[in-house]
């Protein structure tokens, strides 16, 4: 197949998602025909499962195939994390968060961010903590650090014991001595 066709496909694919959800599917489709194993186009098939249809198990499919054919495709673990957690997967998303530490060019302070997500998951808030400041720590764009910054408020918020509201006691009728 001329791979620039397969590329037209995939990113007509890109250009639609996800406001043509249509002509997304079409030239998904199309490119999945020519290739079935265009990583770019298991990815975004992925995505269209998970965000537009709900069906984390498809899409849990889609991502592993995407990332059995191009494991360098950073892309595709941030994505398949947060279908992992949504579908209550946490062993197998920890598993692929330890693996995508090891990934290349990945940006480890947003796998930190699904660190922590999964550690609130299982109710270690301090854990949570602990990973979302280190996603604090390696973050570069301002916008993500600020993000950042309010989840690790909202996972405090958790975490403080909730204050006991002192209602007044009954003074005791003190029995005063008459001298």
């Known amino acids: 197949m001329d ?3 397969l ?3 995939v990113l007509k ?3 639609a998602y996800p406001y043509d959800l249509e002509e997304t599917v079409e030239n998904l489709n199309y490119a999945l025909s020519y290739e079935p194993n265009n990583a770019y186009a298991l990815y975004l098939m992925g995505r269209l499962q998970a965000e537009q ?3 984390y ?3 849990k499919a889609y991502y592993a195939e995407a990332l059995a054919n191009k494991m360098d495709f950073q892309k595709v673990y941030s994505r398949y994390i947060l279908v992992l957690i949504w579908n209550h997967d946490y062993e197998e998303a920890q598993k692929l968060i330890d ?3 090891t990934v290349k060019g990945i940006y480890i302070s947003e796998i930190h961010l699904y660190q922590g997500y999964v550690y609130e998951c299982l ?3 301090k854990d949570a903590l602990k990973a979302l400041k280190q996603a604090k720590k390696l973050g570069y764009n301002n916008n993500f650090i600020s993000f950042i910054e309010s989840e690790i408020k909202r996972i405090k918020n958790k975490v403080k014991p909730k204050k006991k509201v002192k209602t007044k006691s009954k003074k005791k ?3 005063k001595k008459k001298k």
């Open 7 to 9: 590329n037209n496909y």
């Open 53 to 55: 249809f709900g069906d």
């Open 123 to 125: 109710q270690k808030y």
């Open 99 to 101: 693996f995508a530490f």
């Open 57 to 59: 198990e498809k899409a």
């Open 173 to 175: 009728k003190g029995k």
């Open 13 to 15: 694919a890109i250009n």
């Open 3 to 5: 791979t620039n066709l």
